[in-house]
């Protein structure tokens, strides 16, 4: 049987390998998988992008229909009822802006708006946002409830869920190895080594080789094509909470960590604080590989938290 347009086939000795991508997520999702024949690797490939598309459809901020969306609208001293997955997300949430020390915080929609890296919907709330994590309140049998004026934004966090959700769908349909990779958001499983790459923040055509991933996930996050000018700054999509300011661009951070959803959500706790992230990385056993670019010397550095320590 031919790949379907998209698709990549390789016939191998242990079995078949496909190769999928589709735009999802605000990005370009790519799922590989190994299975014993083609129909069955094609059947599980399709019902890992399902659960992507699933956390699409709940969670994007521009759709004026997800969970997101409803409960940013009507979640204010009201109780909302969300689908089981936006729970989860959002409990993650709370408890990595708790260790965090409120640096990841999923209430900083409205300063990307006021930048414009996020849109301004018309049906939102017209009380000014105030207030911030805390105030995000999770009641029994799926409800929300917002104990003041805010606006939350998934997108630091959700993608990395939603490639774990798609890799949880491969190893339950019999895979023997899979890879799921979302804009930089990357798990795998399997015996076979994934070369973990960065761009250059200097030069985004360069690439850094990292090292190699067999099993687990990994997230990168850096300001890359996202990046824009502000106020005389080049800034990134990346507000620092307490400041209320967004962070420059000019590094890269890649986080490795038990799961996706965690290691995505880490990125941006490490490049808003990269100086006082080693307890919050330790606490989840995590790893951060920072690239820097030094404009007087011109040449990149990679940190590495296991090895210098961030401090």
């Known amino acids: ?10 016939q191998q000795s242990n079995g ?21 024949d083609t129909a069955q690797t094609q059947a599980a490939i399709a019902i890992a992008f399902s659960e992507i598309v ?8 521009h759709d004026e229909e997800s969970d ?3 409960i940013n609208r009507e979640a204010y001293d009201n109780e909302v009822e969300v689908d089981a997955h936006t729970i989860r997300v959002l409990r993650a949430a709370r408890l990595m802006a708790e260790a965090s020390n409120g640096i990841f915080d999923i209430t ?16 939102a709330h017209k009380i000014p946002p105030h207030g911030n994590w805390r105030d995000i309140i999770l009641l029994p049998h799926n409800r929300v409830r917002l104990a003041c004026s805010l606006s939350l934004d998934l997108s630091g966090i959700a993608k990395g869920y939603a490639v774990d959700l798609a890799i949880k769908a491969l190893i339950e349909a019999g895979m023997r190895a899979g890879r799921v990779n979302a804009g930089g958001d990357l798990r795998c499983f399997g ?3 994934q070369q973990l790459t960065v761009r250059a923040p200097n030069a985004h055509t360069q690439f850094i080789p990292l090292l190699s991933l067999i099993q687990g996930a990994a997230a ?4 890359y094509y996202s990046e824009r000018m502000h106020q005389g700054r080049l800034v990134t999509p990346i507000i620092h909470p307490h400041s209320k300011v967004a962070c420059e661009s000019g590094r890269s951070v890649t986080v490795l960590a038990k799961d996706c959803m965690t290691a995505d ?3 941006k706790v490490v490049y808003a604080n990269p100086r006082g992230a080693a307890e919050v990385l330790k606490s989840y056993k995590a790893r951060a590989l920072i690239v820097e670019h030094n404009p007087l010397s011109g040449a990149c550095h990679i940190f590495d938290s296991q090895q210098s320590g961030l401090s």
């Open 16 to 36: 078949v390998t496909l190769t999928r991508a589709r735009p999802l997520l605000g990005t370009l999702a790519e799922i590989s998988a190994t299975g014993p």
């Open 108 to 123: 900083i929609a409205p300063e990307l708006t006021r930048i414009g890296f996020l849109p301004e919907h018309e049906t």
């Open 68 to 70: 997101v969306s409803r």
């Open 54 to 61: 699933k956390v699409h459809l709940l969670m994007s901020y």
């Open 220 to 223: 990168t996050t850096a300001g």
């Open 265 to 267: 959500a880490l990125t």
């Open 1 to 10: 049987m031919n790949a379907q347009p998209g698709q990549v086939k390789l």
């Open 191 to 193: 015996n076979t080594a």
